[in-house]
Structure formats: structure tokens, C-alpha cells
Nanobody, 124 residues
Framework: QVQLVESGGGLVQAGGSLRLSCAASGRTFSSYAMGWFRQAPGKEREFVAT????????YYDDFVKGRFTISRDNAKNTVYLQMNSLKPEDTAVYYC?????????????????WGQGTQVTVSS
């Protein structure tokens, strides 16, 4: 069982930055690939980024590539999402998720555990 708690969301102006954190419980954090997803009002939850168990491989959706960076610290049981050059269309609830495959995953159904989400609002 893995419990995930996101933090770091808030209100920021367009062009600004935020860093989201996701703290995981349990001693097996390094056994999981981790991902970030987001869900805007009235829209489906969508993939943002994923990182494999070691942090050696990362993947991003095209709309965040070059602006967002996913990273992890296995000693701290934490995964991060650094978000730069934020746009109003990045406004959403951001969720982290854990995938027992270790390799990284792109679809919701591949993830085993989810956090409760943190709100990110980007004003124009």
C-alpha cells in the first residue's frame, strides 16, 4: 500500500513558476515509477509526465515539454514537478500517481495509487 500526498499548488501569474511535491509513504517508493496527471474543470484527467523507478528516464506530454521537469528523490520518498513558464491553460488539479511496473506509464489505468490532488491556478 502506498499513500501519496501532493503539495505546492497555488495561484501564480502567467510566466511564473511552481514546484509541486508528492510525498509517498512506505519503504518501497523506489520500486514504483511515478507520474503526474492533471484535470481541468469539465475535462478528463490527462497525462503530464512520468519518471521511472531510478529517475534515469523521464517522459513528457508535448504541451509541457521544455517547460516542466519531473524528478524524484528516493531517499526522501518524494517526486517533484517543476513547472516554469506557466500558462493559463495549465490551470488544473494536479495529481501524482504510483505505478508498480517501475518503468513509467502514460495512461491512468496503469497506475496503482493516486494522491488527492493539488490545485494550480495560472492567471493571465
Amino acid at each position: 500500500q502506498v499513500q501519496l500526498v501532493e503539495s505546492g499548488g497555488g495561484l501564480v501569474q502567467a510566466g511564473g513558476s511552481l514546484r509541486l511535491s508528492c510525498a509517498a509513504s512506505g519503504r518501497t517508493f523506489s520500486s514504483y515509477a511515478m507520474g503526474w496527471f492533471r484535470q481541468a474543470p469539465g475535462k478528463e484527467r490527462e497525462f503530464v509526465a512520468t519518471i521511472n523507478w531510478s529517475g534515469g528516464r523521464t517522459y513528457y506530454d508535448d504541451f509541457v515539454k521544455g517547460r516542466f521537469t519531473i524528478s524524484r528523490d528516493n531517499a526522501k520518498n518524494t517526486v517533484y514537478l517543476q513547472m516554469n513558464s506557466l500558462k493559463p491553460e495549465d490551470t488544473a488539479v494536479y495529481y501524482c500517481a504510483a505505478d508498480s511496473s517501475r518503468h513509467g506509464a502514460f495512461t491512468l489505468s496503469e497506475y496503482d495509487y493516486w494522491g488527492q490532488g493539488t490545485q494550480v491556478t495560472v492567471s493571465s
